[in-house]
């Protein structure tokens, strides 16, 4: 076998460069090339439009959606009352008529800060330790400076002196803390927040009906407060206006 001609060396030279540039045989080197650099920024750019897309949609999942009101739902299903413990209790430096408590009622937040009317009713010793229920989505607001996230419910009649009693609506002792109170014969609740109560002004709608019962039991136009331990109760007084 003769030596190899200037042709065949030069052949022999352009394969092993194409070996070594990973260049298909036969292909343009520079066109290849190219090819590629022009496949790079748009990738780049798919990359960063898929990212921003997740990113996207974790934020929507992310957010809560508003709840929105079904109109055939009764005004009392739109409130939130939590079954609660008035874990302490002091006398309102600035106001004659009101407590300060502080009421849990199952939120890892701890618990609530309320203002109550009571001093006329209840002593401190009587209040501390007390299980109320709570009305959980009003909107909070100051009262003589002190913000209530809340308030708690009671029952009200008017003595024959003229004079009122007042005394708490009570869960049974077996309803857990944080429980929504349900209503006998009606649909499960479906809070609202506290602006669109106070906009729709639910509460003040909800009063007329809100009444203990013969058996000192809190109802609303008949349909009895319960909780999975049983009804929720005054003590002593019966068709008293709740508030």
Same mark, same amino acid.
């Given at each position: ?11 022999? !030279?352009i *394969?092993? $460069?194409?070996?070594k540039l ?5 292909a ?7 090819g590629?650099?022009? %496949?790079?920024?748009? +990738? %780049?750019?798919?990359?960063?439009? +898929? ?11 992310n957010? %809560? ?13 739109? !409130?939130?009352?939590?079954?609660? $413990?008035?874990?302490?209790v002091?006398v309102?430096?600035?106001? /004659? %008529? !009101?407590?300060?408590?502080?009421? /849990? *009622? &199952?939120?890892?937040?701890?618990? =609530? ?17 007390? =299980?109320?229920? *709570?009305?959980a989505?009003?909107k ?11 308030? @708690?419910l ?6 024959e002196?003229?004079?009122?009693? @007042?005394e708490?609506?009570?869960p049974?002792?077996?309803a857990?803390? &944080?429980?929504?109170?349900t209503?006998?014969? !009606?649909?499960?609740?479906?809070? $609202?927040?506290?602006? +669109? ?15 203990t ?21 005054? =003590? ?8």
């Open positions: 076998m003769g030596a190899p001609t200037a042709i065949e060396l030069l052949e022999s !030279l *394969v092993d $460069l194409e070996g990973n260049i298909a045989p036969g343009d080197p520079l066109i290849d090339n190219i590629k650099e022009s %496949k790079q920024p748009n +990738q %780049k750019q798919n990359d960063k439009k +898929q990212k921003k897309k997740q990113a996207k949609g974790n934020n929507n999942a957010k %809560k959606a508003p709840v929105v009101a079904d109109p055939n739902l009764p005004d009392i299903c739109k !409130l939130e009352f939590k079954v609660g $413990l008035i874990t302490k002091w309102h430096p600035e106001a /004659d %008529k !009101l407590y300060c408590e502080e009421i /849990d *009622v &199952g939120e890892e937040e701890g618990p =609530r800060q309320i203002a109550s009317g009571l001093r006329k009713h209840y002593s401190e010793e009587d209040m501390l330790g007390k =299980r109320v229920l *709570v009305v989505n009003l909070a607001k100051k009262l003589v400076g002190f913000k209530s996230h809340g308030m @708690v009671c029952a009200a009649q008017v003595n002196d003229g004079s009122e009693k @007042v708490f609506v009570e049974p002792e077996g857990p803390l &944080g429980e929504v109170v209503f006998v014969g !009606l649909p499960p609740p479906a809070p $609202l927040s506290g602006a +669109q109560i106070e906009k729709k002004k639910i509460f003040a709608a909800c009063m007329d009906g809100m009444k019962n013969d058996d000192c039991v809190g109802t609303w136009n008949g349909h009895i407060f319960t909780t999975t331990a049983g009804p929720c109760k005054g =003590r002593t007084v019966k068709g008293g206006a709740m508030r």
